[in-house]
T-cell receptor, first 116, second 113 residues
Framework: KAGVTQTPRYLIKTRGQQVTLSCSPISGHRSVSWYQQTPGQGLQFLFEYFSETQRNKGNFPGRFSGRQFSNSRSEMNVSTLELGDSALYLC???????????????FGPGTRLTVT | GDSVTQMEGPVTLSEEAFLTINCTYTATGYPSLFWYVQYPGEGLQLLLKATKADDKGSNKGFEATYRKETTSFHLEKGSVQVSDSAVYFCALSENTGGFKTIFGAGTRLFVKA
């Protein structure tokens, strides 16, 4: 079974621009979560989508948004980029249902975003 | 809100030494607990999990027991190898109508030959 894929793997943008990151979950997984990883703040939860609906959201400004498509693929968008948005953005997929595998996530390799 | 606290690193051990990485949590409900590992140059991988009190998760020689009374989920391994060098993250996940996973800061482990 193919793992979680994220595109692009690396991205360099300028302050004020916007960026869209893409994530394809493991086949059959309906939940996609996004995280920001930085050396200073560690791994921070951005949001979770399940069946095209945002179910949970972390404490990030409205510049960070996302969506999920009917095939469970997800995109994350950051508008008006700031230097502090430079980070590794990780996507994780899971079944998204209560039960034995609840909360168990499978991570993609991440997208390294650099804002200059 | 929910939080996870794990011991600061780096932790440096010699091969075959005993490993403990402490993890404690605060949660409003009854979370599932996880350890994830990030090897150099690789993505995060699930190492082990426990979903209820007194459950023991285990994988690759690593173990952790869900202790509700002490709100802890300490990671242990009896004999580490050089290949265990990585960053280890403790995490909790609660079903609040959706899943939100909170991670600890991570503990970097170096194992010397």
């Amino acid at each position: 079974k193919a793992g979680v894929t994220q595109t692009p793997r690396y991205l360099i943008k300028t302050r004020g621009q916007q960026v869209t990151l893409s994530c394809s979950p493991i086949s059959g997984h309906r939940s996609v979560s996004w995280y920001q990883q930085t050396p200073g703040q560690g791994l921070q939860f951005l949001f979770e989508y399940f069946s095209e609906t945002q179910r949970n959201k972390g404490n990030f400004p409205g510049r960070f948004s996302g969506r999920q498509f009917s095939n469970s693929r997800s995109e994350m968008n950051v508008s008006t980029l700031e230097l502090g948005d430079s980070a590794l953005y990780l996507c994780a997929s899971s079944m998204g249902l209560a039960g034995g595998g609840a909360g168990e996530q499978y991570f993609g390799p991440g997208t390294r975003l650099t804002v200059t | 809100g929910d939080s996870v606290t794990q011991m600061e690193g780096p932790v440096t051990l010699s091969e075959e030494a005993f490993l403990t990485i402490n993890c404690t949590y605060t949660a409003t409900g009854y979370p599932s607990l996880f350890w994830y590992v990030q090897y150099p140059g690789e993505g995060l991988q699930l190492l082990l999990k426990a979903t209820k009190a007194d459950d023991k998760g285990s994988n690759k020689g690593f173990e952790a027991t869900y202790r509700k009374e002490t709100t802890s989920f300490h990671l242990e391994k009896g004999s580490v190898q050089v290949s265990d060098s990585a960053v280890y993250f403790c995490a909790l996940s609660e079903n609040t109508g959706g899943f939100k996973t909170i991670f600890g800061a991570g503990t970097r482990l170096f194992v010397k030959a």
